[in-house]
């Protein structure tokens, strides 16, 4: 029997995601108007940038440009992501942002060494300072994710115990300083999720952690995004990552046909189509991916963009 | 619960569906190349053309030339599409195609109209001649199915009573003509169907009709066909019909977003992934999904083909 949410709750992530990959030639200009508009679809969280290295990144290097060009709408969060205190210390400057802690570790070590060049256990002392600074900050520290959840390019499968172990570790982390975790993602960086996989690992999570909200940040890379977020709505899964137009694709993943995260505009027609409100316009979301499309120049994956909504012609 | 099938069939339509949207420039020397390559994949039945007016499909002109350049593999079923007594006539002098009558009609009179410039009793009495050339010629009638079984782009939602209902009179056509239907194949023509859907309809028809094996053909127009499929496999259905590269999409669907079916290799990197035996190489199958992009000469929407397989780097 499946246990579908009433309603769930979307974080686009197309202008990090999508923008983070793309050459540095995209103006602010044009990211700001994907945010514009994506900001008028109902849509309640939108990622806009990161503040990373522009030299790893070159497509983030106007990040404080988009903070300083955003015209924040009301009832909707912007948020950021960082990877560092360094990167912190830049979101910390910016009011129109949304901040909020998030203790991130990697199932997998092999690509948490290619990706930060760190070990675990120095990225765990790093996580433990971040958490730290945040809350003496006043940020909440409410989230936490796992990279890397169901499989890794350089590491092939990820037993769900690692996974168990890292949110282990995770929780201790945010005991040791005082807060508590209430909603954990899973990050399936690099695209190794099934439908299965996201099953018995929502299973375990949810015996040994009934109170813990999960998220799926589902990539594309293999084609089966949607299959792996009906899954997890059947599961009653209610918080999702999406990248408008499947914009993005990892940069770290190791290979050229790293995708992006899934369509928002093709997970939100079906997620309605299941009955499951969205609070998203999939019209004006649709509106959205096309000018996505236009602004990075070249065709992205979305479908509902071309093929419509399910409606009479 | 799910109810996973231990094997599933796959019939590849790839060289039917991509080459007949495709413009007529294609070689027959190249689609050979590519149905050549195909059977090396395990694939068990893969449909080679279609007989149809050249004029209306210019890419099927060459269906002569492609049967009599085919080298059969010996334990792979090549079939045929045709949609009137001539293509019939055509097929029938084809000794390396393996011809199965099949009864079809349209859940969507809309759509037949603009597709068959045929009302749906036209169609029926059509159909009902054609169970009788088949039986006449010796050629099998055991197998069936129905056009838009899931809504349709000029009639909108198709309620399954509907559906119902035209299996009702392919039952009794067959009856009539002294033959018994075992497989249906629901043809979700223009892409409207859901997870909620696929499983409603098949409960449905399998209320009815306990003893009628089912069959999904699912297109991707809107970017749902893997969940579809996914939620397919988890009521037990053993037959999909897919399209290597996700080659394809339906010239009278009526809007240029019209997508191919199901990508064959994204669909069977799922299957084999949750435990469900396909009895194709994935390797070869991601080979033939490559060649198909050159034949084209542009991108097909395909993922494993660039995302590869679920191996460690």
Redesign the interface.
Known sequence: ?SNLPKRIHIVEEGPREGFQIESAGIPTARKLELIDALSETGLPVIQVTSFVNPKAVPGMADADAVIKGLKPREGVEYTALWLNEKGFERALSKDKLTLRGQITLSASEAFLTRNQRRTHSEHAAEQRRMTASYLAAGIPVETAAVMASF???????IPHQVVLGRVDEILSIAAEAGTSIGRLSLLDTM??A???SVEALVGMLRDRHPSLDLCLHLH?????A??N???GLRLGIAHFDAAVGGLGGCPFA??????GNI?TE?FV??AE???VATGVDLDSLIECARLAEDIVGH?L?????????????
Do not use: I, K, S, V
């Open positions: 029997m499989g890794c390019n350089f590491q092939g499968d695209a190794w099934t439908p299965a594309d890379t293999r084609g089966l949607m299959a977020a009906y899954a190791g290979h050229a046909g790293a995708a369509c093709d027609l079906m189509e299941l009955g065709a994956p979305g479908r509902a963009m071309r093929g419509g909504p399910l409606r009479q012609l």
